[in-house]
C-alpha cells in the first residue's frame, strides 16, 4: 500500500474512532450563587482530565465570566463572539492547566435569551461539531432559574446540583430541582454539598434536600459527596490557580478526587445514555425556538 494510502485510511480509521466515542454533557448548577458552583466545575473537570479524559469545561454563565478569572487567564474570544457568529466554536476553545480545554463566558452581556434563529441556528450547530471530540462537557452554569441556565439544565444528560449547609442555599437548590423536574422528569440529579464543616453538617445537609425531593417529587437524588470548607480554596481563588493544581493534598482537593472517583464508578441511571451532545443540542433547540 503507498504511504498516501495508508495516510488515507488512518485518517479515516480515526475519524470512525471519533465518532463512535460518545461524550456526556452534564451540566453543574445550584439555586443560589456563591456557592462555590465554578470552583467545583474547574476543579472536577480538571480531575477528570487527570484520570486521562478530555473535558470541555465550557463557562455558560453567561455574562459573569468565572472560569478563566480562577485560572488567571484573560482569553481573547468567548462564548459571546460565538454566540455573534464572529468566531468558530474552535477559535473560542482555550486550553487551561494540565491541557484543559476551556470555553471563557465572557462578561458584560446577557442575550443568550434574545438570540435570533439564525444565531441558535448557528451556535447550536457550532456545538454540534463538538461532539465525539471529548468524553466530558461540562457546562457551568448560572445560578438559579435563569433561562439560560434553565435550557442548559433541561438539555444536559446529567446534572450536579451544587449546594452549601445554609437553608438559604438548600431551599434554593430544592426550588430549582422542583421547577426543572416540572419541566422534564427525566432530568437525573445529582448533589455536591460544598463547605462543610464536618461528615455529619454535610449528612444532615444531603439528608434534608433528599428527603424533601423523595417525598414531595417522588425523585431520588443521588449525593456524590461532600467538599470541605477549606481556607486553601479562597487563597486559590486568589492567586487564580485551581486549588486542584496549587494544593493537590488539601482536603478540598481530595474531596474533589472522592468524588470524581464516585462520579466515574455510578452506574447511568436510565435515560442518561442517549444521545450525547447531539441529544442534547435537540433539546436545547426546543427550548430555544
Ligand atoms: N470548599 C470551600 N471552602 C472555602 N471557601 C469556598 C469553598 N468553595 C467556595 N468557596 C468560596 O466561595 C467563593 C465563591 O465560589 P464560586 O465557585 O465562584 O461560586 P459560584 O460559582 O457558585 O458563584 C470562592 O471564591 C471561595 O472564596
Ligand atoms: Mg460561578
Redo the contacts with the bound molecule.
Keep these: 500500500m503507498s504511504d498516501q494510502a495508508q495516510m488515507l485510511r488512518n485518517l479515516v480509521q480515526s475519524q470512525a474512532s471519533r465518532q463512535e466515542k460518545q461524550t456526556r454533557v452534564i451540566t453543574v448548577t445550584?439555586g443560589k450563587?456563591?456557592?462555590?458552583?465554578?470552583?467545583?466545575s474547574l476543579n472536577f473537570a480538571l480531575m477528570l482530565q487527570s484520570k486521562g479524559y478530555k473535558v470541555l469545561l465550557f463557562d455558560a454563565d453567561v455574562g459573569m465570566a468565572?472560569i478563566d478569572v480562577l485560572m488567571g487567564s484573560s482569553p481573547k474570544y468567548s462564548l459571546y463572539h460565538l454566540l455573534k457568529r464572529e468566531q468558530s466554536i474552535w477559535d473560542i476553545i482555550h486550553t487551561g492547566y494540565n491541557n484543559l480545554q476551556f470555553i471563557a463566558g465572557g462578561s458584560g452581556f446577557n442575550d443568550l435569551l434574545n438570540l435570533d434563529d439564525t444565531e441558535i441556528d448557528y451556535f447550536v450547530e457550532q456545538v454540534g461539531q463538538l461532539n465525539g471530540h471529548v468524553d466530558f462537557i461540562l457546562f457551568d452554569t448560572g445560578?438559579g432559574l435563569s433561562k439560560e441556565a434553565f435550557r442548559f439544565i433541561v438539555a444536559a444528560q446529567e446534572t450536579v446540583v451544587?449546594t452549601t449547609p445554609e437553608p438559604t442555599s438548600i431551599t434554593d437548590a430544592y426550588a430549582l430541582i422542583k421547577m426543572v423536574h416540572s419541566m422534564n422528569g427525566q432530568t437525573p440529579f445529582k448533589l455536591v454539598v460544598?463547605?462543610v464543616t464536618d461528615l455529619k453538617e454535610g449528612r444532615q445537609t444531603a439528608d434534608k434536600i433528599s428527603m424533601v425531593a423523595r417525598q414531595f417529587l417522588g425523585l431520588e437524588l443521588p449525593l456524590l459527596g461532600y467538599?470541605?470548607?477549606?481556607?486553601h480554596?479562597?487563597k486559590a481563588?486568589k492567586k487564580q490557580i485551581p486549588f486542584t493544581v496549587l494544593y493537590p493534598s488539601c482536603a478540598?482537593t481530595r474531596a474533589v478526587h472522592g468524588i470524581m472517583e464516585r462520579f466515574l464508578s455510578g452506574q447511568l441511571e436510565s435515560g442518561e445514555q442517549a444521545g450525547g451532545v447531539k441529544s442534547f443540542l435537540n433539546k436545547m433547540m426546543k427550548l430555544l425556538k
Excluded at 227 to 231: F, K, L, M, T, V
Aim: aromatic share 4%; net charge negative; charged share 20%.
Design positions: 445550584s450563587g456563591g456557592v462555590g458552583k465554578s470552583n467545583f468565572n445560578a451544587v460544598n463547605r467538599i470541605d470548607e477549606d481556607i480554596v479562597s481563588v478540598a
